[in-house]
Structure formats: C-alpha cells, structure tokens
C-alpha cells in the first residue's frame, strides 16, 4: 500500500504563486511514476503533470498544455515528496489538486495519464481574480 497526503493549498490571488506537497508512504520506490490532476466543480478530473522514471534518480516530465510554463513538477526523493510548483496562477487554475501514483505503471512506456494505483485526499487551491 501507498499513502499520499497532499498539503499547500489555499487563496492566491491571480498572478501569483503556490507550491503544493505531497508526501508519499508505505511501499513506494523511486520508480514509481507520479503525477498532478486537478478537478474543478462540475468539470472533470484534469491532468496536470506526471513524472516518469528514466532510470537512477532521473525522470521524464510531461504536462498538460494548459500548465506548460506555468507549472514545475518535481520530487524529492530523499524526502520522499512530490512537488507541484505554480506560478502566475489564473482563475481557472481554481480546483482540488490530488496526487496520484503507481508502482505499477512506471517507465517511458507508461502513459504519463495512468491509470494510477494510489491517490490522495486532495487540497483546495482558489485562485482570486
């Protein structure tokens, strides 16, 4: 089993900037694949940014065209944390953003949109205009 516990959302006004965490637990390596979604109300789940593994402590990212330049993702692995790192922040980025990952799907042949084992409980990021 893995756990994930994602925290550092909140109110952020348009233009602005957050960085979301999310700590990994349980039976998780370094090859596990990881990625960012995001669901506002009434919409679909979204993706975001995924991080495949490459091989030692090396890994592939991919991202949603909407966040490309906007949004960094990457993981510390020391800390066994997954990071999300969001600059110039738009109203339409309002939403709960979740963690995913999977021990299974991992590698440049895994699709960075999953499917994902593991899941968090999700963090609320409002964006003011």
């Known amino acids: 089993q893995v756990q994930l516990v994602e925290s550092g959302g909140g109110l952020v006004q348009a233009g602005g900037s957050l960085r979301l965490s999310c700590v990994v637990s349980?039976?998780?390596?370094?090859?596990?694949?990881m990625a960012w979604f995001r669901q506002a109300p009434g919409k679909e789940r979204e993706f975001l940014a995924a991080l495949r593994w490459v091989g030692s402590n090396t890994y592939y990212k991919d991202y949603a065209d909407s966040v490309k330049g906007r949004f960094t993702i990457y993981r510390d692995n020391a800390k066994n944390t997954l990071y999300l790192q969001m600059n110039t922040q738009k109203p339409e980025d309002t939403a709960v953003y979740y963690c995913?990952?999977?021990?299974?799907?991992?590698?440049?042949?895994?699709?960075?949109?999953?499917?994902?084992?593991?899941w968090g409980q999700g963090t609320q990021v409002t964006v003011s205009s």
């Open positions: 349980g039976r998780t390596s370094n090859r596990d694949s």
């Open positions: 995913a990952a999977s021990t299974q799907n991992i590698g440049l042949l895994a699709s960075p949109l999953g499917p994902y084992d593991y």
